[in-house]
């Protein structure tokens, strides 16, 4: 039983930073790629950033620069720092795993970005 569990969220002054965790258990291979998404109120799910085998990584360009997706195989986490946080970053952020195929999702993680 695959399951993902992300932690770190919370509200932040803009220009703050936050990282975000996930907790992953069961049958997981560091080959299968993660990924965080969000979701902000009435938006559709959007990738934020990605990291695959070997360490590849990919972000949505609203991130780059200021984000950073990493993985601890041995500890089965993977985070998410994100650093120069704006109020337009504010969003459900989800964790997801493609297990060859299958997709697993986070319950999500709330962040706020306001002053």
């Known amino acids: 039983q695959v399951q993902l569990v992300e932690s770190g969220g919370g509200l932040v002054q803009p220009g703050g930073s936050l990282r975000l965790s996930c907790a992953y258990s069961?049958?997981?291979?560091?080959?299968?790629?993660m990924a965080w998404y969000r979701q902000a109120p009435g938006k559709q799910r959007d990738l934020v950033a990605q990291?695959?085998?070997?360490?590849?990584?990919n972000y949505a360009d609203s991130v780059k620069g200021r984000f950073t997706i990493s993985r601890e195989s041995a500890k089965h986490i993977v985070y998410l720092q994100m650093n120069s946080l704006k109020p337009e970053d504010t969003a459900v952020y989800y964790c997801?795993?493609?297990?060859?195929?299958?997709?697993?999702w986070g319950q999500g993680t709330q962040v706020t970005v306001s002053s």
């Open positions: 997801h795993l493609d297990r060859f195929g299958h997709y697993y």
């Open positions: 069961g049958s997981v291979f560091s080959i299968n790629p």
């Open positions: 990291i695959t085998s070997g360490s590849n990584t």
